[in-house]
Structure formats: C-alpha cells, structure tokens
RNA sequence: GCGCCUGUGGCGAAAUUGGUAGACGCGCUAGACUUAGGAUCUAGUAACUCCGGUUGUGUAGGUUCGAGUCCUAUCAGGCGCACCA
C-alpha cells in the first residue's frame, strides 16, 4: 500500500466532520487552553501560501495542547467588513455582502484542505447582525461612561451627572478633553443642549470636533494607524487634515494602562516596543506664561523646564484656541493669511516642504521666571493635538525651535556649558548648566538631569505650574462615511442632538441602498436608504463604524457565539477567561492590538469580562514572500536561453509564472501553452533543462509568483504543505516561500509510511522496544516537547527526521516506538497519524491520545565519551564510565596512549574538564 | 534623528548555561538497484592544502584555557516612531 495522501486526508477530514472532533465545550474538570488566530478579512484574491503559516503554527499548538488533556478553544471566522468589498460594489453595482459571502465560501474550502482543528460551529462574521449586535451594544456602554481617574475605571454617566449638580467641575476625577471648569450652579443653570455639549467632552463614545485625517477619494476619514506616511493604508491616496464632527472613542483615557499593563503579558519585544513609542509617555511640565498687557494666560508644556532661562519666544499650534486669544489688530491679516495657507495644505505637503513657516501675533508673553517679553508666533510645526497646543521655544536646545529662530532672526542663549550653538542646537540631556540663575532660581552648576527636577518642583511650589504627564496616543476617530460597516445606534432628536438606541432595539440592522457611493449633497451612503429612522421616528446616524470596531472584542464572542442575552455570559467568559495564546503578524501593533487591548479593559471596568487583557502571549508569524522565475528572451526574437547562457545574448528578462517551473527548471511544454505568443518559442538549454532565474518579491499576480495552497495540497497533500511550511525557518522570520526543497518532508512522510507498512500489511512486531530504540524515541519526545513549547517548530520537524533515520539504520519494527512516534508527529501531520493511528487498531482520534513523556533513563549514556583537546584543537577521545568524577577523567585522558603522542614529553600548565564534553589540556 | 531586530556553506537553516560550528533538508557529485518512478537505497559535499595541517559565523578589537554565543567600536540590511516640545 502506498502512501495515499488523497485518499487518506479526504477520509480523515471527512470522519472529522462527521464526528465533530473539534468542537468544545465549557468542561470544568478540564484545564482550558485558547488558541486564537488573527481571522481574516476574506479577500478576493483567496489565501496564497503564506497566510496559512501562523494558522499551522497554532494549529500545531493546538493540537499538542490536547494532547496534553487541555480543552483546547481554537475557533475561526471573518473580519467581514471591509473597504475592498465596498470599493468593488461602488464600481460593479454588486451588494457587498454577496461578494464578502462569495470569498468567505473560498476561504472556508482553502482552510478545510490544510486541515485545521477548528471548531467551525463557533464561527462569527463580523457583519453577521447577531455578531454586529454586540459591536453596537458595547459602543451604547461606552457613550453611556466616562472615565474616572481616581479609580482608573470607565464609570457610569450618572455618576459624572450627580457630581456636576452637587459640585460643578470641583473635585471632579473624570477624564476630559476640555479643560473647562464649572460651578455646580453654572451646571444646573445650562439648558439641556449646553449639559449635553458639555458631557460630550466625558463620555468615552463622544461625537466632537477634531482633526481627522480625510481621504478625498475615499470619500472616508481614517484612523491615525490607517494613514502612513500621508497616504492612506489601503489605496494609497492622500490624506488631508480637516476639522469634523465625527464619533470618537476615548482611547486616550486608557493610555497609562495599556502602557502599564504591557508588562503583564508576554509578547515580544518589539511589539510591545512599537505600542510603548505609538502611546508615547513623555514627563515633563505646564506653565503659565501671561500675555503681556492682557492678564491671560498661555499654558504651554515642555520636558525640558531646566530651559526656562534660554526661552526667546513662544510658538502657538495654527488650530490653538489661544491664537484668536492674543492675535493684535495689526498682525490679524498676515495670521489669517497664513492660517488659511496652512489649512489648505496636506499633511503630506507639510512633510515633503519641512520648510521653516510661520508669523508673529504682534503680542508678547512674559517669561515667568526671568521676567522678560518674548515674541508670541504662530507656527504649523506645533501640532494642536499634543500637550496643549503651545510652547515655550528654546532655539538653543531644541532643533526645530533653532531652525525657526534662524529663520525668523531671534535670539539664541545657550543654556549648557561648552554648548556650540552656532551652527546646531544641542539637544542632548546632559552637561552643565549656564546662563541660568537669578533671584528667583538659580541652576547654574547644576547637571542637566538636576535641574529639570529642580524646576518641576520649582513650578509646582510657586504655583506657576504644575508637572504633568503626556501621551502621544490619540483617541480613535470611530466614524466611516461608509456603507459597509455597522451602522450606529444612534438617532438624533429635535435639537439635533444624538440620541442612544434603547438596547432592546439592538441590532440596528444595515439597511438596504440603491446605490453605495455618497449622495449628490456629500452625505454618506447610508442617506440612500429608505426609512433610516428611528423606531420613534427620528433620524439615524448616516456614519458606519470603521473597520476595527468589529474585531475589537471578536475574541470575547467565540467563548459564546449563540448567546442572544450578553456578548458573553460570565460563565463562559469566567471558564475560558483570555486568549492564551494569541498568533497574526505584526500590521496589527498599533491598529487592532491596541483597540482590543483598550475595549477589553472597558469591558473589564464592568465585569463584563474577568481578565485586564485580551490576549496573555502574542506570537508574530513572519511574512512571506514569493520567489519569482524568470525566462530571458534574446532581443528581437522568440527565443530563450538558460539561466547560464544568458551572458553571452542581449536579453531581456520576463516573470514566468513558477507554477510551470520545478526546481527552477522550466517546463517546456507548458510554458508554450502558458501564453499564444510563446506557442512558438524557442530555447537554449543547458544539460537539456531549460534553467530559469529567480529573485524575491512581494508575492502577487503581476509577478506570477503566487503560489495557492490547494494546488501544493493537490500535488503533495496537506500534510506534507503543513510540515514544509514549518521546516522553512523560524515562525516569527520571513521568508520567501520556495517550493524547491518541498520533496525533502514529502520523502519523510513516504519514507515514515514505508517503515509501517511493506507492501499491504503492517510491519511491525510486538516485540519490546532495544534501549536504542527507546533512546532514539525518547531524544525525539524531550526535543518535540521542548521545541513546540518554544514555538521552534522548524527544529521538531528536523527532529522527526533524524529520528526516523534512526529507526531505520536500527532496522526498528517495534510496534510501541510507532505508537508514540505517531502521536507525537500528529499535530504537525494530522492526517497522516490518524490513517496510521486506526491502522495500529486503535478507534478514537489520534487527537485525544496522550502525549508522551520522555525517561531521562533512556538517554543517558552507559559510558561517557571526552574529546581531549590539545593546543585548542580535538586529539583523541577517550571513553569513560558514566558519571565519572572529573579528576578521574583527566587522569583517564593524560593515561590514555594519545596524550604520550600529543604532548611529546611536554608538561601541561592546566587542564580542564568539562562535564561530559571534553577535556583541554594547556600546555 | 530616536528606538527595536537581524548578519553563519551554493540555498533554507541548526547550535541548552561560552565547550568538536554548519544538525536537518534542498541542491550538487559518485555509485547500486529496478516493475523506468513525481522512484528507492549507499557514500560524499565550508574553503584552502605541500595531506602534516591551516583558515573559517559582516568588519576591527577585547575578556577567556576556550567566543557564532559575553563586552567595546564599526559596517550592512530590515522594522517601528518621527515637526510629539
């Protein structure tokens, strides 16, 4: 009987289904374990071979987890919403949902022929409106909370409401993004419109003004991690800053503790480090500086407050509200020229230029602490959104400030001694302070570090200001003027004012439209549909959620996909508690990874979840990429020649599709088929094989270097693509994918299946096992465990190899090394070992069979050999019992005939055993 | 500019606490066998060599009896953040 991958993996799967042998329930006896892949936004382009990588690797974890009796959670579904399916409907007439359907079917028939153990009875789509449910449920608590400071919690607005009526703004601990204070008698004198304008600044779901990242041509506002480098994520195209009224989640609120809480869990480095710099702490001060002849204030922050003395000017944000504040009458055309200037610029025009710009406000500021007036200007390098949208500018030790000095002729004093700032500023932290003492406060002499500490205490003991901590983090613009995505469950009353849903209206479905692009007016799609009114009669909001709301708690519903009462009740959600392991690239850092972790913790501040964060250990799968072949024409002509050849022509190379190439030989037939105008062609080849040239690309069409799962399946079946995927290098590592190499586990599986079986029957005896054997074995199981343990599924599979060379050369028919060979090999060649499982007579699946543990007995050695090494190189080795102590051994090695050899009467000056490896002798 | 990561044969890559560098696989070379296959099996495969050896983990130093591994500097590549005060 040969090895019949067909066959034997349609069966399996088949019998998988069948028996539902991956499905799980909450089973309190068990310990649980909860393997989550990132699920995918089903494309149309289908899964290449590279997505299914991270997908094996936890398949692998999965599968060894419940071998070693843990009910295993590892479930899948789809991030169904998405611009793509949107794009594609606005330019085809095509509902979204039916093309989302249409790949979501392809997915599914790619994933089944790899053979995953997913528990396919809890899949959620993210657009499904009993998933969807749950994304509007949880934005309704969000606008219903603020965030209290005290207790670092998420709060109900009630609270936040009593607390205005008894006290105003008084000893109020909630999180804003206003700055404005209040009496209790100023609140409870505002009409409703004003109370509800002013909650906004609080609810952690708000709709306010800001500053969005507008994309023109996706007719969309984007999220801070959607744009890169000006341009949009997906598409590419422009993005501009603009001012709009937009729902708003406040991420912000949660930044010391998603900072904080990064040290709970285990995820790499650099991950970690990419959230930690995209939060961005920064300590540092806010100072008053009042406005010359005005009485006003000027709140600014720095982190250098040991610069105050160096201070020559002050430098607003163009969107500041101080700008209007402090602008004279004089100096009020050229602001607003500029103001206009600026606004009409990208941000991707603002990066390209880096050109120093800015104008005088005609006022000046009094420096606090040297008394002096300074210059107030307006500038677009200071950006609104951060600190407070002012700063005290320091050209001497700050670089920007330094060039707009320059620019605009102020002053330069330089703080530091030894400084040159004639040609730079000095940026640095360290030296010694000049220039920066008087009556007040005196600096001078001290370090750097010294004297930021001195002057933040200095300020906070004189009230001039008070020292404060700052985030770069940003909160997450939450509306799309898009179609397909989960519309909001809000409607807006007489006043215009938005209004919640009650819950017991939720979902609030998506409704139907004849068209999917914005009307006429520029509203958003939603304005097409019919009847988009509340139950009461009143308009709903034409915004959709953007595209991480939906996979921002996906994790929480999989625990308990069909409960129509909670997103999870408390006793699924206590039983399976957080993703313990958690496997997707690294795209995800600063987008998904961030939002999860800040919704989990919302969620958490409720109890409606029991863990602080969503997922305990990260693993990054790497990417991969394609590996391109080839053909070079000669010029003017139909001809090619090999790889090796090529120099001696004029040619020009072509992407030949490496579906018709093997081991970089192309086939000859096939390729005067791939194409009519090759039908004719001609080659040069070398040793009779045409050879065809490679480099490493992105993977895709136009390169003709995508490379299908299904078709390696077709050619080598899954269990082979499954173990090479795995032997190509570290999981975490990219790689280009190279199907040359693939026949090396495809002979391993052969070769594995030939000791097992000779012909029909099984060859194997029920004769006890040879101490190596069970050595052979044994090394594979302590190497198989460790490696899986450490995600090194490259090392096991090489293991698995050697082994079973092993056994071969050992001539092994012992039917109990089999046994445990098969069992541990299954979660990597599930297929294979559950044919070869029933084979050796066994009934259940080979999923549920035990794990092994390795006897340490086995793998020690009767003697121990020592390479004796002489002038740092291997001489002779020596074998002594096992366990000798180390005098013994050296005595062993300078006895032993080649010492008298090698030393040629010399006396060694040392010698140094080292346990069970070698011995050095130094002469 | 700041931060993080990675540099090992023709190729993908191994190497617990510093302990015979290159496991395993591909490719290549030679041979065997044959029901001629998408085979299988055996041996070899870092480089140089006067066949004694010598040199080898990006480069240059250092620590050590001993360094791919630790330290310092430097080069190259990748990733993240970036008018963030």
């Known amino acids: 009987m040969d090895y019949n991958f067909r066959e034997i993996e349609q069966k399996w799967q088949q019998w998988w289904r069948d028996n539902q042998v991956y499905k799980v329930d909450i089973d309190p006896s068990r310990p649980k374990f909860y393997v989550l892949d990132m699920f995918p936004y089903p494309s149309g382009a289908g899964l290449h071979v590279g997505h299914p990588l991270g997908y094996i690797g936890s398949d692998i974890y999965a599968r060894y987890k419940r071998l070693h009796g843990f009910n295993v959670l590892h479930p899948m579904g789809y991030d169904a919403y998405g611009l793509p399916a949107e794009q594609y409907a606005i330019q085809t007439g095509q509902h979204p949902e039916v093309t989302t359907v249409k790949n979501i079917t392809r997915y599914r028939e790619q994933l089944d022929k790899i053979g995953f153990c997913y528990d396919w009875s809890r899949e959620v789509r993210t657009c499904d409106p009993q998933y969807y449910k749950w994304t509007q449920w949880a934005f309704l608590q969000m606008y219903k909370s603020y965030y209290n400071t005290a207790i670092e919690k998420a709060c109900p607005i009630e609270e936040l409401i009593a607390h205005f009526e008894q006290y105003g703004t008084d000893g109020c601990n909630a999180y804003s993004g206003s700055s404005a204070t209040f009496t209790a008698d100023e609140w409870n004198a505002m009409s409703k419109v004003e109370k509800e304008n002013t909650l906004m600044d609080y609810r952690i779901a708000y709709r306010g003004k800001t500053m969005v990242n507008w994309c023109p041509q996706l007719g969309t506002v984007l999220a801070n991690d959607e744009v890169s480098e000006g341009v949009s994520v997906r598409g590419g195209y422009p993005v501009e800053q603009k001012v709009m009224n937009q729902w708003c989640l406040r991420v912000s609120a949660y930044a010391p503790r998603l900072l904080r809480d990064l040290d709970t869990i285990e995820w790499t480095e650099s991950i970690k480090e990419t959230q930690r710099n995209w939060i961005g702490y920064s300590e540092g001060a806010e100072m008053n500086f009042e406005v010359a002849g005005t009485g006003k204030n000027l709140l600014i922050f720095t982190t250098r407050a040991d610069t105050i ?56 500021a009094i420096n606090p602490v040297t008394g002096k007036e300074i210059p107030i200007y307006v500038s677009d390098y200071v950006l609104a959104g951060y600190g407070t949208g002012a700063i005290m500018a320091v050209p001497a030790h700050y670089s920007r400030d330094y060039a707009f000095a320059r620019h605009f002729d102020l002053p330069i004093i330089p703080l530091v001694e030894g400084a040159d700032v004639t040609e730079e500023s000095f940026d640095a932290k360290e030296g010694i302070m000049m220039n920066s003492s008087n009556d007040l406060l005196q600096l001078n002499g001290l370090t750097v570090k010294e004297a930021i500490e001195k002057t933040k205490r200095f300020i906070a003991e004189t009230g001039l200001g008070r020292v404060k901590v700052n985030y770069r983090l940003r909160d997450a613009i939450f509306s799309r003027q898009r179609y ?161 050849l090529k120099d001696q022509y004029e040619v020009t190379p072509i992407h030949v599709d490496v579906n018709i190439v093997s081991n970089d030989a192309l086939d000859i037939d096939k390729f005067r088929e791939w194409r009519p105008e090759y039908k004719n062609a001609e080659f040069i080849l070398e040793n009779g094989k045409y050879i065809c040239g490679w480099a490493i690309e992105k993977m895709s069409k136009s390169m003709f ?138 009934s259940g699946t080979v999923c549920d069979a035990q794990w092994p543990e390795w006897n340490e007995d086995y793998l020690k050695e009767s003697t121990t050999k020592y390479t004796v090494m002489i002038k740092g190189r291997p001489r002779y080795d020596i074998f002594v019992p096992a366990g000798t102590e180390a005098a013994e051994v050296e005595k062993a090695a300078l006895t032993h005939e080649g010492a008298a050899k090698w030393l040629e009467g010399a006396t060694p000056k040392k010698v140094i055993v080292v346990p069970n490896k070698l011995v050095n002798i130094v002469l």
């Open 309 to 364: 003395f160096g201070v020559t000017f002050m430098v607003l944000a163009p969107e500041s509200e101080y700008v209007d504040e402090v602008v004279t009458a004089e100096q009020r055309q050229a602001v607003d020229n500029y103001l206009d200037e600026v606004k009409h610029k990208t941000e991707r025009e603002r990066m390209i230029e880096k050109k120093v710009s800015g104008v005088f406000t005609g006022s000046y």
């Open 484 to 644: 397909w995505g989960e519309p909001f469950p809000i409607y807006y009353d007489q006043d215009g004012q938005p209004q919640p849903l009650d819950e017991s209206e939720l979902p609030l479905l998506l409704p139907e439209v004849d068209a999917f692009l914005p009307t006429e007016t520029g509203e958003p799609p939603l304005a097409r549909a019919k009847n988009w009114v509340a139950s009461n009669g009143r308009p709903l909001e034409l915004c959709t959620m953007p595209g991480f709301a939906g996979s921002s708690a996906y994790y929480l519903r999989y625990m308990d996909p069909h409960n129509d009462q909670a997103l999870v009740s408390h006793e699924a959600d206590g039983y399976w508690r957080q993703v313990d392991l958690y496997v997707g690239g690294t795209e995800h850092a600063t987008g998904h990874l961030i939002y999860s972790r800040f919704w989990n913790k919302f969620l958490y501040d409720y109890g409606y979840v029991c863990e602080s964060e969503p997922f305990r250990k990260l693993v990054n799968q790497g990417m991969i990429q394609g590996r391109s072949n080839f053909v070079y024409r000669i010029k003017d002509t139909n001809k090619f020649v090999s790889y090796n």
């Open 705 to 842: 270097n995508v490379v299908n799962p299904d078709s390696i399946v077709e050619w080598y079946g899954a269990d082979t693509l499954r173990l090479y995927e795995m032997f190509l290098g570290p999981l975490e590592a990219s790689k280009p994918w190279d199907t040359n190499g693939i026949d090396g586990v495809h002979n391993f599986i052969k070769k594995f299946w030939n000791l097992i079986f000779k012909g029909d029957r099984l060859a194997l005896t029920d004769r006890p096992a040879t101490p190596d054997e069970l050595k052979s074995l044994h090394k594979l199981i302590k190497k198989v465990t460790g490696d899986i343990e450490n995600f090194s599924f490259n090392t096991s599979v090489a293991a698995f190899m050697i082994c079973r060379n092993e056994l071969q050369a050992l001539k092994c028919d012992a039917r109990e090394v089999y046994e445990q060979f098969i069992v541990l090999l299954a979660p990597f060649a599930p297929h294979l070992c559950e044919e070869l499982w029933h084979a050796l007579g066994h």
